[in-house]
C-alpha cells in the first residue's frame, strides 16, 4: 500500500519522501518512480525509533522548506487468539502500529504548526471496526489509531486536516508474517478476494485533493465481495 501510494502521488506531481527499513525496496521504488517523471528521495526508517522519524521529517522540512502531509502507513498483522499466547507478537504490533503512528504524528505536528497548516493521513484497517477470532490485539492496535487520529482531529483547528484510511482486504504481504498455524488457515479464506493496493492510494489521493475547506475524515476501503 506504502509503494502503491508513493507511486500514484509521485505520479500526480508531488514531491515524495519515503521512509522504510528495507532500503533495498526503497532504492528501487525510487528509481521507478524517477523513470516515470515523478520526484521522490527515500530514507531509510524505523518507525519505533522516535529519533528516526523525527530525523526524516526534520530532515524534509530542511532540504524543501515544508511538509506538507505525512502518510503514516506502517503496520504489521500479526493475528493468533488470546491463549496461543504470542507475547513478543503482540509486543510488536503495539511498537509499530500505535508507537509508529504516535512517532509521525510527534514529528509533523511541529512543522504543520509552524506552517499553520497540514495533511495527517493514518492508513488504520477495517480492524479498526470489528474484531474477529485471532484479530484481538490487532484490532485493538488499529481500533487505537483511529481513536487516536480521531482525537488529534478534535484537538487541531480547521487549519489542520485529518484522514483515516481503514482498508479491507488489499493485495499485501501482511498475512505472509503471521506465524501462528490457526490464524494463518483462516486468513487463507478471508484473503479469498483482494483488491489491489492501488484502491487504497487512489483513496488517500483523494483526501490530499479535496478543498481545503473539505476534511475527509474517514474511508473504508474494501472488496465488493466483502461482507465482515
Known amino acids: 500500500m506504502g509503494e502503491a501510494t508513493a507511486r500514484r502521488l509521485a505520479g500526480e506531481g508531488h514531491h515524495v519522501v519515503l521512509g522504510a527499513r528495507r532500503t ?35 530532515g524534509a522540512a530542511q532540504a524543501h522548506g515544508r511538509v506538507d502531509a505525512i502518510v503514516n502507513n506502517a503496520g504489521v498483522m500479526l493475528l493468533s487468539r488470546l491463549d496461543a499466547g504470542l507475547v513478543d507478537e503482540w509486543h510488536r504490533m ?9 512517532h509521525g504524528i510527534a514529528a509533523a505536528l511541529p512543522h504543520f504548526q509552524r506552517q ?6 493514518t492508513v488504520a484497517s477495517i480492524g479498526a471496526h470489528q474484531v ?4 484481538a490485539v490487532y484490532s485493538g492496535t488499529k481500533f487505537a489509531a483511529w481513536a ?23 493485495e499485501s504481504e501482511l498475512a505472509t508474517h503471521i506465524t501462528d498455524p490457526t490464524a ?39 472488496p465488493t465481495a466483502q461482507r465482515w
Request: proline share 4%; no cysteine; aromatic share 4%.
Open 24 to 58: 533495498d525496496r526503497l532504492e528501487a521504488l525510487t528509481a521507478r518512480i524517477r523513470r516515470a517523471g515523478g520526484s521522490a528521495e527515500h530514507h531509510r526508517l524505523d518507525v519505533t525509533d522516535p529519533a528516526s522519524v523525527t530525523a526524516l521529517v526534520d
Open 94 to 102: 503495539l511498537d509499530v502500529n500505535v508507537k509508529g503512528l504516535l
Open 116 to 121: 499553520g497548516g497540514g495533511h495527517f493521513v
Open 132 to 135: 474477529s477470532p485471532t484479530s
Open 148 to 170: 487516536i487520529t480521531e482525537g488529534l482531529r478534535l484537538e487541531l483547528d480547521p487549519r489542520f486536516r485529518i484522514t483515516t484510511i481503514s482498508p479491507g482486504v488489499v
Open 184 to 222: 494463518a488457515e483462516v486468513m487463507r479464506e478471508y484473503r479469498a478476494t483482494t483488491i489491489p493496493a492501488d484502491a487504497v492510494a487512489r483513496a488517500i489521493s483523494y483526501a490530499l485533493g479535496e478543498a481545503g475547506d473539505v476534511d475527509v475524515n474517514e474511508v473504508v476501503v474494501r
